[in-house]
Structures are given as structure tokens and as C-alpha cells.
């Protein structure tokens, strides 16, 4: 159950490689197969685990605001979640907003595929 859900020290998981009796085997399965190409899916994996809570982390007080809206009122869509963000933002000290407005830049992994980091003094 733990590998189903990712939750063991690889975030991948198995139940994405799952094909059921009757099927093909399909990608996942596929990239799983070879141990390089898994140790990589796992890194990137990683890598934007670590660049996804450090985005919310930053961004805590939009992340908040939504919490509050969505509390308020059960659902909010389009133009009400966009006026949620935006008051959050107003409240935001000058020097915070485009602190946390700063791109994270894209590296390449050794298979040129595209992998972000938060690690912005890394070229």
C-alpha cells in the first residue's frame, strides 16, 4: 500500500504501472522497467516535491486566503477565486509580492529533459 501511493522512499507509484490482466503494459511500466530511467523519474519527482512546498511555503498567505474563501463559502470559481488571490495580494508588504513573484529557473537532466529547482544561486 505504501509503494501504491508513494509514500515510500520513492514517490513513485507502482500502481501507475498496474496494467490489470488483460491490458498492454504502458509507459509507466515501461520507464519503471530500466533502473536509470526510475532513479531519474524518482529525482524529478523529488526535485518538485521540494519545489512545490517551497511555492506554497512562499506563497502562504494566497494559499490562506483561499483556505478562508473556500471555508466562507463552500466553492469558489474563476472571478472569486481571482479576487481572493488579488486581496491577498494587496495585503502583501511592497518588498514580499515581488519577492516571491522571482522565476525559478529551469535545468536539464542528463536525459534533456526540463527539471526546475528552487535553488535559485544554481546556474
Keep these: 500500500m505504501v509503494g501504491s501511493f508513494g509514500m ?3 514517490l513513485v507509484s507502482y500502481d501507475a504501472a ?3 490482466a488483460h491490458s498492454a503494459p504502458n509507459i509507466v511500466a515501461k520507464v519503471l522497467s530500466n533502473e536509470d530511467a526510475k532513479k531519474e523519474v524518482d529525482t ?3 526535485l518538485h516535491r521540494d519545489q512545490i512546498a517551497y511555492l506554497l511555503e512562499a506563497n502562504r498567505d494566497l494559499v490562506e486566503a483561499l483556505r478562508d474563501a473556500l471555508l466562507e463559502r463552500e466553492e469558489i470559481l474563476g472571478d472569486d477565486i481571482l479576487a481572493a488571490i488579488a486581496e491577498a495580494e494587496a495585503r502583501r ?3 514580499a509580492s515581488s519577492a516571491t513573484r522571482v522565476p525559478i529557473p529551469a535545468k536539464r537532466s542528463s536525459s534533456g529533459i526540463a527539471a526546475s529547482t528552487c535553488d535559485e544561486t544554481s546556474e
Design 18 to 20: 498496474d496494467n490489470g
Design 93 to 95: 508588504p511592497a518588498q
Design 44 to 46: 524529478l519527482l523529488k
Design 8 to 10: 515510500g522512499s520513492s
